[in-house]
T-cell receptor
Framework: KAGVTQTPRYLIKTRGQQVTLSCSPI?????VSWYQQTPGQGLQFLFE???????NKGNFPGRFSGRQFSNSRSEMNVSTLELGDSALYLC???????????FGEGSRLTVL | AQSVTQPDIHITVSEGASLELRCNYS??????LFWYVQSPGQGLQLLLK????DTLVQGIKGFEAEFKRSQSSFNLRKPSVHWSDAAEYFC????????????WGAGTKLIIKP
């Protein structure tokens, strides 16, 4: 069974640009969560999608958004990038109402 | 407020020595408990989980953890560490009544001395 796939793995952007990250969950998993990981802040929950609906949301500004498609694939978008958005963005999928997360390898974003 | 505390930011142990990583939580409901490991440049991998039943749970890579309700703890242990265990370890807690949304500890970085 294929794991969680995140693309791209690495990307470099400049301040003010926007970025879209993609996540393909494990087949059969309908819940997708996104996390931001930085050395200073650790793992920060961004949002969770289940059946194309945002079910939970963390404490991030509106520049961070996401969506989920009917095939459970998910994208997150960050607009008007700031230097502080440099981070590893992790996607995780799960079966509904289980709580056990399966993580991808992450997309490492560098904002210059 | 719900919280998870991993009191040790870094831990250094010699290869072959035993290991215990601490995790304490503050949670009103009956918790589901997890330990994840993250190797450098990688995503997180589930080591073990506790949902109910036997409070001593076995995981992958020779790890085990014990749920102690009276101490609100879920410490991770390994009798003999290997150099490949060098990684960052995260404790997480969730519950059914919070939509299984996990609360994460800050992580403990394990350094192995040769």
């Amino acid at each position: 069974k294929a794991g969680v796939t995140q693309t791209p793995r690495y990307l470099i952007k400049t301040r003010g640009q926007q970025v879209t990250l993609s996540c393909s969950p494990i087949s059969g998993h309908r819940s997708v969560s996104w996390y931001q990981q930085t050395p200073g802040q650790g793992l920060q929950f961004l949002f969770e999608y289940f059946s194309e609906t945002q079910r939970n949301k963390g404490n991030f500004p509106g520049r961070f958004s996401g969506r989920q498609f009917s095939n459970s694939r998910s994208e997150m978008n960050v607009s008007t990038l700031e230097l502080g958005d440099s981070a590893l963005y992790l996607c995780a999928s799960s079966l509904p109402d289980i709580g056990e997360l399966f993580f991808g390898e992450g997309s490492r974003l560098t904002v210059l | 407020a719900q919280s998870v505390t991993q009191p040790d930011i870094h831990i250094t142990v010699s290869e072959g020595a035993s290991l215990e990583l601490r995790c304490n939580y503050s949670y009103g409901a009956t918790p589901y408990l997890f330990w994840y490991v993250q190797s450098p440049g990688q995503g997180l991998q589930l080591l073990l989980k506790y949902f109910s039943g036997d409070t001593l749970v076995q995981g992958i890579k020779g790890f085990e953890a014990e749920f102690k309700r009276s101490q609100s703890s879920f410490n991770l242990r390994k009798p003999s560490v290997h150099w490949s265990d060098a990684a960052e370890y995260f404790c997480a807690v969730g519950a059914q009544d919070s939509n299984y949304q996990l609360i994460w500890g800050a992580g403990t970085k394990l350094i192995i001395k040769p």
